[in-house]
């Protein structure tokens, strides 16, 4: 084997890793808001929304 062989597999090793992560963060995204989709249609709202007015906190 040669240095090169070492040099490559280190970058492509690098790169497969960093595809993985990107992928990986994006299904997560994708998979919590619809989560968060399904939650707020059944009613359940973020505490960061406003309230509907003329209700007291």
């Known amino acids: 084997m040669t240095h090169p062989f070492y040099v490559y597999g ?6 497969a890793m960093i595809i993985a992560v ?8 994708h998979l919590r808001r619809k989560e968060i989709a399904a939650l ?3 009613g ?4 960061s929304q406003r309230a509907p ?5």
């Open 10 to 15: 280190s970058y492509g090793f690098t790169a």
């Open 22 to 29: 990107i992928a990986w963060t994006w299904i997560d995204g």
């Open 40 to 42: 707020e249609a059944s």
């Open 44 to 47: 359940i709202r973020r505490r």
């Open 53 to 57: 007015e003329g209700k007291a906190k």
